[in-house]
C-alpha cells in the first residue's frame, strides 16, 4: 500500500467534551501531537489514525533528539575506559537509570536493571527467583489474563523444577476473579505474577488490594508485569506492594530493545546471576567467579546505552505531560470509542464496561465477521489496529473467540480519532455483512 507524507488536516480536539459523557481531555492535544512528526502522514489520501498503541507507541522529538546526541557527542562503552567519551557515557548510561529509578519511586538507584524489555524482565525473574525459591511441589500463580511473556516463562519454571502452575480465572466483565485468587494463595505459594494492566481486555488490577491479599496468606514473591501499566498509569513501585515490576520502554515513547525491571534490593541480592559475559562478574578463577554487586550483575555484556538514554527522555516526556494527565485524556476517548461501537449491530466489546477501570484499550468482534478482515478494511481507511489473540490466548479462549480487533489510545490521540475509529468500523460491518 503506498503511503505519502503530508500535513494532516484534521483540527485536534484540545479541552473537547466527550459526546454523551462527563469526561473531557486535560491535555492540550495540538501542543502533543506537534511532537509526534509520524502522526503527520497520510495512508492512501487519508490522515493515518495511529490505534495500535497497545503493540507499539510512537516516539515523540524529544527522545529522538535524546538518542541522536549521545550518538552524536557522548558514545563509548561504559564501565570499562578512563577517557573523557567513556566518562560521559557511563554518565549517560547511569544517571538515566537513576531519572527512571526515582519516576518509579524506587527505594535505590540499583533496584532497577536494565533489560531488552518486559519479555526479557520477566523472564530474568522467572529463571532467577524460581532457582532461588522455587523447588518440587511449590506452587505458582497466575492468570487466564496473562500475556504470554508472563506465562510461558513461569511455565518453563514449573516443568524445569516440578512446581505446580495454577490459574486464576477471569469474571464476564474482564475483571481477575479475586475471590478465586484468595482461595488459591497459600502457604505453598511461592510466587504470584499477575498483569498491572490487560493488553487483551484492557483490564486495570487493583495491584495494591492484591498485594495485601497475598501477603495475608503467603510470602509469596509478587511480580507485575507492567508492560501495559507504566505507560499509561502513574506508578510507585513502593505503593503497589509488589516485589518486582517489568514494563518496556517502546510502549511508553521510549526506543525498541529497552525496558526496565525494578525489583526489591534485598531479592535481587539473593538471586543467582541470569546470564554469564562481561560486566556481571567481580573477579573470575579457574574454578568460578564471584557476582559483581546489584544491578550489574543481572546485565551481562555490553548494554543499550542509547536506550537507556531514551528510556530516561521518555520518562521526561511523560512526566511533563503527567501520567493523571494521560489516563483522563485515554478515559475520554475510550468512552467515546465504548459509546460508539456499542450502538453498531452485532458488536461485542471484551473488557469492563466501565472506562475508569480500564486503560485506552478497545478489544472488540462482531459477529459473522473476522478479526483480520475487519482491521484489513480499518487500514484501508488510514486506521492501525491490531487483530489476534495479542499474544493472550487464553483471554480470547475464555471468550469463547480466537482472535478480536483490538484499538488502543495513547496521549496523542484525538476524540476524532475513536469518532473515525467507530465510523469506520460501521463501514467495515456494512462491507463484510451487507
Ligand atoms: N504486548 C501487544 O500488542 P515486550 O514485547 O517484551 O516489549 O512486551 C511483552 C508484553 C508483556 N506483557 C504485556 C501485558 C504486553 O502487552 C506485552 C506486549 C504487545 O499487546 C505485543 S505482543
Known amino acids: 500500500m503506498a503511503t505519502s507524507i503530508s500535513a494532516s488536516t484534521e483540527q485536534p480536539a484540545t479541552e473537547r467534551a466527550v459526546p454523551g459523557t462527563e469526561i473531557s481531555s486535560p491535555l492540550d492535544e495540538a501542543a502533543v501531537r506537534r511532537d509526534f512528526p509520524i502522526l503527520d502522514q497520510r495512508v492512501d489520501g487519508k490522515p493515518i489514525v495511529y ?7 510512537q516516539k515523540p522529538r524529544q527522545v529522538i533528539d535524546a538518542i541522536s546526541a549521545y550518538y552524536l557527542r557522548d558514545h563509548a562503552n561504559v564501565h570499562r575506559g578512563v577517557h573523557e567519551l567513556a566518562r560521559r557515557a557511563t554518565e549517560a548510561y547511569e544517571s538515566s537509570r537513576e531519572r527512571v529509578a526515582r519516576w518509579l519511586n524506587a527505594a535505590d538507584t540499583p533496584e532497577l536493571v536494565w533489560t531488552r524489555g518486559t519479555s526479557e524482565a ?9 532457582q532461588a525459591r522455587v523447588g518440587h511441589g511449590d506452587e505458582i500463580v497466575i492468570s487466564e489474563m496473562e500475556h504470554h511473556s508472563n506465562l510461558v516463562p513461569w511455565q518453563l519454571l514449573a516443568e524445569r523444577n516440578g512446581a505446580r502452575l495454577r ?6 466483565d474482564g475483571h481477575l476473579d479475586l475471590d478465586q485468587l484468595a482461595e488459591l494463595v497459600g502457604a505453598r505459594t511461592r510466587v504470584v505474577s499477575l498483569p498491572h494492566v490487560s493488553n487483551a481486555l484492557g483490564t486495570i488490577n487493583p495491584v495494591r488490594e492484591i498485594s495485601a491479599l497475598v501477603r495475608e496468606r503467603s510470602d509469596a514473591v509478587y511480580v507485575l508485569d507492567g508492560a501495559q501499566g507504566a505507560p499509561h498509569l502513574p506508578v510507585d513501585v513502593q505503593d503497589t506492594g509488589c516485589d518486582f515490576y517489568a514494563f518496556s520502554g517502546h510502549k511508553m515513547c521510549g526506543p525498541t530493545g529497552m525496558g526496565a525491571l525494578w525489583g526489591r534490593k534485598s531479592l535481587l541480592e539473593e538471586m543467582p546471576p541470569y546470564q554469564g559475559g562481561g560486566e556481571m562478574i567481580e573477579h573470575v578463577y579457574h574454578d568460578h567467579s564471584t557476582w559483581a554487586e546489584v544491578p550489574h550483575k543481572f546485565e551481562a555484556g555490553t548494554p543499550n546505552i542509547a536506550g537507556a538514554v531514551g528510556m530516561a527522555a521518555a520518562v521526561d516526556y511523560l512526566e511533563g505531560v503527567g501520567l493523571d494527565a494521560v489516563h483522563e485524556h485515554e478515559m475520554a476517548l475510550t468512552s467515546t470509542a465504548l459509546a460508539g461501537l456499542s450502538g453498531v449491530e452485532g458488536l461485542r466489546i471484551l473488557g469492563p464496561p466501565n472506562p475508569a477501570e480500564r486503560a485506552g484499550v478497545v478489544p472488540f468482534v462482531i459477529e459473522g465477521t473476522s478479526a483480520q478482515d475487519l482491521a484489513t478494511i480499518l487500514d484501508a481507511q488510514g486506521i492501525a489496529v491490531r487483530a489476534g489473540h495479542h499474544c493472550a490466548q487464553l483471554v480470547v479462549d475464555r471468550f469463547g473467540l480466537t482472535a478480536t480487533t483490538r484499538a488502543s489510545f495513547y496521549l496523542y490521540n484525538t476524540v476524532q480519532e475513536a469518532e473515525r475509529l467507530v465510523d469506520g468500523v460501521e463501514r467495515a460491518r456494512r462491507i463484510l455483512l451487507g
Open 51 to 57: 490505534l495500535d498503541n497497545a503493540a507499539s507507541s
Open 122 to 130: 520477566l523472564n530474568l525473574v522467572a529463571f532467577c527467583v524460581g
Open 167 to 172: 490459574y486464576v480465572g477471569l469474571t464476564e
